[in-house]
């Protein structure tokens, strides 16, 4: 039988908007409709941040979030609903005596608000505290502790980001304190500037320090996107693509959309003789409820 993967579609992110950003989607109608588009083109799940539909920065808002889960759930497409956490966790300190901190860190139980009310089957939990670009993400093991035990208390499988070594060591002590749910499920961030790299040697190693036989993902962040879904399907991973790490398809040719980066993942899935899970095998796979939470249903 051939091995199935489970394929995540990563459909906006929280960067910055750019010249080349085309293609990303903005509004709840844009992002729901994006993450549908993934998940007929075989994505297994779909990662959703929310953009201020006016300027397109990253938004917290509660109601942006609910326009998007209620429009997927509502759809006839099956996928598994995956929100983030990661957006509140920015800070850039002053750099002169009187200058003044530009932070976001704002309380773990604001992180979570969204996941808690909408029950999504899966949320990321970013442990890491790194610099990224020209700030930093701050998240404190108290925070992460606090973040955990709300994201689990709602039903919710949080999926571990790990972007640097320490922060598997870091997910490793959580969860032998009992503070992470098991079994994990890691999903291992390459070539954030930072971070490891996304490579052959940065990926192996990363893989080398997770606990036995966990389930674990990658994904590298611009043209590292495919050459890390082939690493990790051969090291026995699963992938994660979209407009959020990476904007084209291939060299100067922008991906009009999230479904043309999923269609080329799974060509290269099935070239390296595995096959993509459906949601429902991948609900088996990461040991989520056979039924979504809340679905449409």
């Given at each position: 039988?051939?091995?199935?993967?489970?394929?995540?579609?990563?459909?906006?992110?929280s960067?910055a908007?750019?010249?080349?950003?085309?293609?990303?989607?903005?509004?709840?109608?844009?992002?729901?409709?994006?993450?549908?588009?993934?998940?007929s083109?075989?994505?297994s799940?779909v990662?959703?941040?929310?953009?201020n539909?006016?300027?397109?920065?990253?938004?917290m808002?509660?109601?942006?979030?609910?326009?998007v889960?209620?429009r997927?759930?509502?759809?006839?497409?099956?996928?598994?609903?995956?929100?983030?956490?990661?957006?509140g966790?920015?800070?850039e300190?002053?750099?002169?005596?009187n200058?003044?901190?530009?932070?976001?860190?704002?309380?773990?139980g604001?992180?979570?608000?969204?996941v808690?009310?909408?029950?999504p089957e899966?949320?990321?939990?970013?442990?890491?505290?790194?610099?990224?670009?020209?700030?930093?993400?701050v998240n404190t093991p108290?925070?992460?502790?606090l973040?955990?035990?709300?994201?689990?208390?709602?039903?919710?499988?949080?999926?571990?980001?790990?972007?640097?070594?320490?922060h598997?060591d870091?997910?490793?002590?959580?969860?032998?304190?009992?503070?992470?749910?098991?079994?994990?499920?890691?999903q291992?961030?390459?070539g954030?500037?930072?971070?490891?790299p996304?490579?052959?040697?940065?990926?192996?190693?990363?893989?080398?320090?997770?606990?036995?036989?966990?389930?674990?993902?990658?994904?590298?962040?611009?043209?590292?996107?495919?050459?890390?879904?082939a690493?990790?399907?051969?090291l026995?991973g699963?992938?994660?693509?979209?407009?959020?790490?990476?904007?084209?398809?291939e060299?100067?040719?922008?991906?009009?959309?999230?479904?043309?980066?999923?269609e080329?993942a799974?060509?290269i899935i099935?070239?390296?003789?595995?096959?993509?899970?459906?949601?429902?095998?991948?609900?088996?796979?990461?040991?989520?409820?056979?039924?979504?939470?809340?679905?449409?249903?």
């Amino acid at each position: 039988m051939k091995r199935k993967i489970v394929l995540t579609c990563a459909v906006t992110g929280s960067g910055a908007l750019g010249p080349n950003s085309t293609h990303v989607p903005v509004t709840p109608q844009q992002i729901a409709d994006e993450a549908i588009s993934a998940a007929s083109a075989g994505a297994s799940a779909v990662h959703i941040h929310v953009r201020n539909p006016e300027t397109g920065a990253p938004s917290m808002d509660l109601e942006l979030y609910r326009a998007v889960v209620d429009r997927i759930r509502a759809s006839p497409v099956d996928m598994i609903l995956n929100l983030t956490t990661g957006v509140g966790a920015s800070h850039e300190p002053a750099v002169e005596e009187n200058g003044v901190a530009v932070t976001s860190v704002v309380p773990p139980g604001r992180r979570t608000r969204h996941v808690v009310e909408l029950k999504p089957e899966v949320c990321t939990l970013d442990v890491a505290t790194m610099n990224f670009a020209n700030h930093a993400i701050v998240n404190t093991p108290t925070q992460l502790r606090l973040m955990s035990e709300m994201i689990q208390s709602a039903g919710v499988k949080p999926e571990l980001e790990v972007f640097d070594l320490g922060h598997v060591d870091l997910a490793k002590r959580l969860l032998a304190a009992g503070h992470l749910p098991a079994p994990p499920f890691f999903q291992l961030c390459l070539g954030v500037a930072g971070g490891a790299p996304a490579t052959p040697e940065g990926m192996l190693m990363m893989k080398s320090l997770l606990p036995p036989d966990t389930l674990w993902s990658a994904f590298g962040i611009g043209r590292f996107q495919m050459p890390m879904v082939a690493q990790s399907v051969i090291l026995g991973g699963h992938c994660r693509v979209g407009l959020e790490d990476n904007l084209y398809l291939e060299y100067g040719v922008l991906a009009k959309g999230n479904a043309p980066l999923v269609e080329r993942a799974v060509t290269i899935i099935e070239a390296l003789g595995c096959s993509v899970a459906t949601p429902s095998e991948a609900r088996e796979l990461l040991t989520l409820p056979a039924t979504p939470i809340c679905s449409a249903a």
